[in-house]
C-alpha cells in the first residue's frame, strides 16, 4: 500500500503537467493585455535611433519618421494584415515544454505561465451583410443595399432587389478575425468563412479575451 502510494505521489508532477495544457482548453487563464506590434524593420529603426546620443538623435529624427512612414505605406501595399495584435495570457500553472503553432498568419505560443497569441489585422474595406436581405434593395451604381423604405428615393432603373450576397454596406478600418459568426460580422464575400469584426483599443471591453482564446483554439481543434 506505502509503495502504491509513493508511486501515485512521484507520477504527480506528470499529471500536473497534462493539467497545465488542460487548464488552457478549458478556458482557466487570466487575460493580460493586448498589444499591437510592429514589423521588425520599423522596430530595427527605433531601436537604432534611441541607442544613439542626444546630439546624434535630434539630428536623425526628420529621417527616422520618413523611414519609418515608407516601411509603413510598404507594408499597407504588401498586405492587408500588416499589423498584428499580440493577446497575452497568464497560465495558472507552468507548461512543462513550450508549444508554438503557426497556422496560417496565425501564431500562438505557450512558455512557462504565459500563453500568446498573435493575429493579424485585416487593413481595408469589408462588408456587413443584412440577414433580412429581401427586406432590402440593391443600388449597383452605389455598390450598396438600402432598405426598401428608403429604396424610393432611387430610380427603378437604378435598384434592384437585393440577394443573399448582394444585401450588403461596407465599411473601411482596421478588423479583427474572430472564429464564430455573430450578429454583427463582416466578410470580404457571402461566401467568405471568415468573419471580421471592427477592431478599436478598448474591443475587448465589449468581447471576452478568454473566449477570443478558446474560439481559436475550437478552430485548431
Known amino acids: 500500500m506505502l509503495l502504491h502510494n509513493r508511486e501515485d505521489i512521484q507520477n504527480l508532477p506528470a499529471l500536473f503537467s497534462c493539467l497545465a495544457y488542460e487548464n488552457i482548453f478549458l478556458g482557466n487563464v487570466h487575460f493580460q493585455r493586448a498589444e499591437i506590434l510592429e514589423s521588425e524593420e520599423i522596430k530595427n529603426i527605433k531601436y537604432h535611433h534611441q541607442t544613439?546620443?542626444?546630439?546624434?538623435?535630434?539630428h536623425l529624427e526628420l529621417e527616422s519618421?520618413?523611414?519609418?512612414?515608407?516601411?509603413?505605406?510598404?507594408?499597407?501595399e504588401k498586405?492587408?494584415?500588416?499589423?498584428?495584435?499580440c493577446l497575452q495570457y497568464y497560465l495558472p500553472s507552468p507548461v512543462p515544454v513550450p508549444l508554438t503553432l503557426a497556422p496560417k498568419n496565425y501564431l500562438l505560443e505557450i512558455k512557462d505561465k504565459f500563453l500568446f497569441l498573435t493575429v493579424p489585422l485585416y487593413q481595408g474595406e469589408l462588408c456587413y451583410f443584412f440577414k433580412n436581405y429581401k427586406d432590402y434593395e440593391f443600388i449597383?451604381?452605389?455598390d450598396r443595399a438600402v432598405h426598401k423604405s428608403?429604396?424610393?428615393?432611387?430610380?427603378?432603373?437604378?435598384?434592384?432587389k437585393a440577394k443573399a450576397s448582394t444585401a450588403y454596406q461596407k465599411m473601411k478600418t482596421s478588423f479583427l478575425p474572430v472564429f464564430q459568426e455573430g450578429e454583427?460580422?463582416?466578410?470580404k464575400t457571402y461566401q467568405d468563412k471568415q468573419c471580421f469584426i471592427p477592431f478599436k483599443e478598448n474591443t475587448f471591453e465589449s468581447i471576452n479575451p478568454v473566449e477570443y482564446l478558446l474560439n481559436f483554439l475550437s478552430v485548431l481543434t
Do not use: G
Request: proline share 7%.
Open 52 to 58: 544613439k546620443n542626444p546630439l546624434e538623435t535630434a
Open 150 to 160: 428608403l429604396a424610393n428615393m432611387y430610380p427603378k432603373e437604378m435598384r434592384e
Open 79 to 85: 498586405s492587408r494584415t500588416a499589423k498584428k495584435l
Open 140 to 142: 449597383p451604381s452605389e
Open 65 to 76: 519618421s520618413l523611414q519609418i512612414k515608407k516601411l509603413e505605406l510598404e507594408e499597407a
Open 184 to 187: 454583427k460580422v463582416f466578410k
